[in-house]
């Protein structure tokens, strides 16, 4: 029955799996092979190993002439400078005034390398991500990060309908659309179901399971229902709703009793989120697209106290008053875009205001501007992490509780090279007052600017 809790990872590809090709006539049975041993000593986890060197170095024999497809290779440089500032209660919280903050000033170097495959119904996609600090003291050199790797096939085709699978690892925004949620990795199975109206719009469901952590049997799951070109006029309309509370059993495995609940309110969200946007081409910018766009989003499973439980069964229990957070469970954005980059003296920009709540986001999924907060604090923990003991009002932090503005730039210097530049700026929203006891945690300004070249080939 907990199998069948973890949407379907299994069953979900077996009709991919009946459309693999057949084996040549010509392959030798991998049961007559003699390069394999069939020994009852062997260690399970390298059981028929040498049948699958056997088939790989076959593979390699294969050229793509052979196989079709289409086999793509990209990549990007990029150079970063950032200079940002971060004060609570008017104090610079970034180095090299506080020593143990982030850099005021960073400069970045960063190479992704990006591998595409396609067939008719199949396809894979491989991201690597080399970013690393420069510098001669400061600077890095082994930062590598797998981005992207997922594989998937076309299950039903058609003309107006289609139903896709995929599986792998890529972020959340990759798939899901926000501005200020989607921001973690997504480890999991994927389903795209497509259907067009030509009178109505195209219509969308795409429906996600992803691990959270599976020592402990978490998983998660999400899914987002869109129109897209509603009544052929540029009007769109997307709702998404994400569970990190997830299938399974949150509790952390090396916590007990109040620390492993006070651990599990990292992931006591429930969020969905309704977007809309609409879309045209003026004719009195050169017929650049212009898109306005805003939305709404909830947290479902905030709590108005939610320590309140953990300092009950804490010995003894902490004298900290009257506690209650209040849900703060609320959060919206709205902006505009304006243009889009594919060929020399191209140019975009994107303007966009921001406003959420404590409780509206978990602080390891926002995508959003955030408070900056280089000390890592959490909302009910003193770490962000889910260490460090319960926090208090006056203590509460995490990267919610803000709102701000964020201006985007990108021009196309050549058709390889571009410029993007970024500012943003957040203030606290509701600031704790000792006075009232209201609010959370310390007054925080936190403002950036970036400006990166990239050069894509």
């Known amino acids: ?162 139903f896709d699978a995929e599986i792998g690892r890529r972020y959340l925004f990759n798939v899901f659309d926000s501005k200020i949620e989607f921001a973690s990795m997504f480890d999991g199975v994927l389903f795209r179901f497509n259907k067009a109206f030509p009178s109505v719009g195209d219509m969308y469901l795409n429906m996600a399971s992803f691990i959270i952590d599976d020592k402990t049997k978490h998983y998660g799951v999400v899914a987002e229902l869109g129109a897209l070109r509603i009544a052929n006029i540029g009007l769109n309309m997307k709702y998404s709703l994400i569970d990190w509370y997830g299938i399974g059993d949150q509790n952390e495995s090396d916590l007990s009793g109040a620390l492993n609940e006070l651990a599990d309110l990292r992931y006591r969200f429930l969020v969905s989120q309704f977007l809309t946007s609409y879309q045209f081409f003026p004719e009195w910018i050169g017929r650049r697209i212009v898109k306005f766009y805003a939305a709404a989003l909830v947290n479902h499973l905030a709590l108005d106290d939610p320590l309140e439980r953990v300092y009950s069964k804490m010995n003894p229990r902490p004298n900290v008053g009257n506690q209650a957070f209040g849900k703060k469970n609320w959060g919206w954005y709205a902006g505009v875009s304006i243009g889009m980059v594919k060929k020399k003296y191209d140019w975009a920009v994107d303007a966009n205001f921001q406003w959420v709540q404590a409780q509206a986001v978990p602080s390891f999924d926002i995508l959003g501007i955030g408070r900056g907060n280089s000390q890592g604090l959490g909302v009910y923990t003193v770490s962000d992490s889910g260490s460090g003991g319960p926090t208090t009002k006056a203590t509460a932090t995490g990267n919610g509780n803000y709102y701000g503005f964020e201006v985007d730039g990108l021009y196309a210097l050549t058709d390889n090279l571009t410029i993007q530049s970024d500012v943003k700026m957040s203030w606290t929203l509701d600031p704790y007052h000792q006075q009232t006891q209201s609010g959370l945690g310390d007054d925080f300004i936190y403002k950036q600017a970036e400006v990166e070249f990239i050069y894509a080939f």
């Open 1 to 162: 029955m907990k199998l069948m809790k973890l949407f379907p990872f299994y069953w979900c590809f077996f009709p991919l799996l009946a459309q693999a090709p057949a084996v040549s006539q010509s392959t030798t049975p991998i049961a007559q092979s003699p390069d394999v041993q069939f020994n009852a000593k062997t260690d399970s986890s390298s059981k028929d190993m040498d049948a699958l060197r056997r088939w790989l170095q076959d593979k390699r024999l294969v050229t793509m002439r052979e196989i079709g497809g289409d086999l793509s290779l990209s990549g990007e440089v990029r150079t970063e400078f950032q200079a940002a500032s971060e004060y609570d209660d008017g104090k610079q919280m970034r180095a090299p005034i506080n020593p143990k903050g982030r850099p005021m000033f960073a400069w970045d170097v960063e190479v992704n390398l990006m591998l595409d495959y396609r067939t008719d119904r199949t396809w894979a996609a491989i991201k690597l991500e080399f970013d690393n600090d420069m510098g001669q003291r400061s600077g890095t050199v082994n930062r590598i990060k797998l981005e992207k790797a997922y594989l998937g096939g076309r299950v039903i085709p058609g003309s107006t309908f289609f």
